[in-house]
């Protein structure tokens, strides 16, 4: 059984950092890309990052450019989310997401790509 | 970005009432489009890739249509379990996105 485990979130003031953890198990982790999603408080949902199976390869959505850094270590099948210079409106329930049917880089899609594993979600808040 | 546009935000309906949610692209997304059930206080379930195609373990009483920048959503008999929101999501081009939503309530 897949089981996707999100840890980390918190309340952290304007300018400061947090980093999220995501915890795989139930399939072999280091042949998938990952993502993170997010989702504001009663608001839609929003893709954030993505991160090849080796790690070589990382596409953000512009709002988090130069701020969040994913990352992923196969060995521990865990992937990372690194948040710095947090602004109230990244305040949402991060999710961690399995890519299937294939990739995006930073202009295009390969393949019939969904997340099809979700994991519960770990809450940020950036508030003073 | 490519735009997604969902409608209604919003609907009622009864039990065993067929439902239809639309989907708008603002280009051409041939059929890289996905459809997605999210109940309150859970992560998003894919229902429907590549436009028309059920994911494993979804019931078939939900199928998706469309082409090109027109997609619908329609569950045949509407379940209690069914009420929920719902969001699709292009997969034609980088950035992924996703539209805003349609909140299915009961009449």
């Known amino acids: 059984e897949v089981q996707v485990v999100e840890s980390g979130g918190g309340l952290v003031q304007p300018g400061g950092s947090l980093r999220l953890s995501c915890a795989v198990s139930?399939?072999?982790?280091?042949?998938?890309?990952m993502s993170w999603v997010r989702q504001a408080p009663g608001k839609g949902l929003e893709w954030v990052a993505n991160?090849?199976?080796?790690?070589?390869?990382?596409y953000y959505v512009d709002s988090v450019k130069g701020r969040f850094t994913i990352s992923r270590d196969n060995a521990k099948n865990s992937l990372y989310l690194q948040m710095n210079s947090l602004r109230a409106e990244d305040t949402a329930i991060y999710y961690c997401?399995?890519?299937?049917?294939?990739?995006?880089?930073?202009?295009?899609?390969?393949?019939?790509?969904?997340?099809?594993?979700w994991g519960q979600g770990t809450l940020v808040t950036v508030s003073s | 970005d490519i735009q997604m546009t969902q409608s209604p935000s919003s609907l009622s309906a009864s039990l065993g009432d067929r439902v239809t949610i639309t989907c708008r692209a603002s280009?051409?997304?041939?059929?890289?489009l996905n459809w997605y059930q999210q109940k309150p206080g859970r992560a998003p379930k894919v229902l429907i890739y590549?436009?028309?195609s059920l994911q494993s373990g979804v019931p078939s009483r939900f199928s998706g249509s469309g082409f090109g920048t027109d997609f619908t959503l329609t569950v045949s008999s509407l379940q209690p379990e069914d009420f929920a929101t719902y969001y699709c999501?292009?997969?034609?081009?980088?950035?992924?996105?996703f539209g805003g939503g349609t909140k299915v309530e009961i009449k």
């Open positions: 997401a399995r890519l299937w049917g294939g990739y995006c880089n930073n202009t295009n899609c390969h393949g019939f790509v969904y997340f099809d594993n």
């Open positions: 139930g399939f072999t982790f280091s042949t998938y890309w």
């Open positions: 991160i090849k199976e080796d790690g070589s390869e990382k």
């Open positions: 280009q051409s997304i041939s059929n890289y």
């Open positions: 590549a436009a028309s």
């Open positions: 999501q292009q997969a034609y081009s980088a950035p992924l996105t």
